[in-house]
């Protein structure tokens, strides 16, 4: 930048200080503005990346773009069940097999098949609202605020259906005490 004073000069320097001032609080508030802009247009081109010449959403794979379905109704009723059926069944994972029966068994309102409601708990976990396991099970959200599981997770109402035992929840009475020193032989 020009300036009509010597910048190598401190004396010069503090007399033009308050001028200096504001013309960094404007040259600060451009950047502002400039950033902001950018980001609304990176914004643009991602979500631009993604549809078709026809205004439509891309489905091809070359596109980059994500398909995302918008919350509905369905998706809905289908993170409430889970939440429902996780609490009943001590928070465990359920997957879209086993969350229709247990909507069937409770006389909840349930989409045409397992098919149907898996594609809903599928767009609940694409916009983060609910957890996905790689086995295709699901889990409420957390405290972690994380919307994957990294390992897999068994599906325990089709387990029950199979006759294994339910985990349950830790009642919280009983808990180790930390051994110091070495335990003693008999």
């Known amino acids: 930048m020009d300036f009509d004073f010597d910048t190598r000069d401190p004396q010069a320097v503090v ?5 200096l001032q504001d013309l960094l609080a404007s040259k ?7 950033t902001t802009t950018i980001e609304e247009l990176q914004q643009l081109i991602t979500i631009g990346s993604g549809l078709s010449r026809a205004g439509g959403r891309a489905t091809t794979p070359e596109s980059g773009g994500v398909r ?7 998706q809905d009723r289908a993170v409430h069940a889970l939440k429902l059926a996780s609490e009943a069944l001590a928070g465990t994972a359920v997957g879209p097999t086993s969350l229709y029966r247990y909507m069937v068994e409770n006389g909840m309102d349930v989409p045409k098949d397992a098919t149907v409601l898996g594609t809903n708990l599928w767009d609940a976990w694409q916009a983060g609202r609910i957890r996905r396991a790689p086995n295709g099970v699901y889990l409420p959200l957390d405290h972690t605020g994380r919307t994957e599981v990294d390992y897999p997770v068994t599906d325990y109402y089709y387990a029950a259906e199979q006759g294994l035992p339910l985990p349950t929840k830790p009642s919280g009475t009983h ?8 335990p003693r032989r008999r």
């Open 15 to 19: 007399s033009h200080l308050a001028q």
């Open 28 to 34: 600060l508030t451009e950047h502002e503005k400039l």
């Open 68 to 74: 995302r379905r918008r919350a509905s109704p369905a």
């Open 175 to 182: 808990r180790p005490q930390p051994l110091v020193g070495r």
